[in-house]
């Protein structure tokens, strides 16, 4: 079984930065789909960024390309997510998601992760 916990979240001035965090513990030797997705109130949640656990690009939604990295130390078993130039649209709730799969070709939807953690809040005030 897979457990994920994010850290990370805080408040921010609009431009400013955060790195988030997620620790995985329970991974079998298999590849995994790791992902950032992010949930504001009253939206739906929509995928942030994905990335491979076996190597591989990452990939992001247009509405974070060019600010937000995603990146995963394996041997740490520890996804990121460095979110620079953050705008007062960012403010969610923050989750990282994990699933078995071959590779990652895009960023993916909810559904197609069994594996959650529990959200890290993010705040952008202007």
């Known amino acids: 079984q897979v457990q994920l916990v994010e850290s990370g979240g805080g408040s921010v001035q609009a431009g400013g930065s955060l790195r988030l965090s997620c620790a995985a513990s329970g991974y079998t030797d298999s590849g995994y789909c790791m992902g950032w997705f992010r949930q504001a109130p009253g939206k739906e949640r929509e995928g942030v960024a994905a990335?491979?656990?076996?190597?591989?690009?990452?990939y992001y939604a247009d509405s974070v390309k060019g600010r937000f990295t995603i990146s995963l130390d394996n041997a740490q078993n520890t996804l990121y997510l460095q979110m620079n130039g953050l705008k007062p649209e960012d403010p969610a709730m923050y989750y990282c998601?994990?699933?078995?799969?071959?590779?990652?070709?895009?960023?993916?939807?909810?559904?197609?992760?069994?594996?959650w953690g529990q959200g890290t809040q993010v705040t952008v005030s202007s």
């Open positions: 990335i491979y656990t076996g190597g591989g690009g990452a």
């Open positions: 998601a994990a699933d078995l799969c071959y590779g990652v070709g895009k960023v993916q939807r909810p559904a197609d992760f069994d594996y």
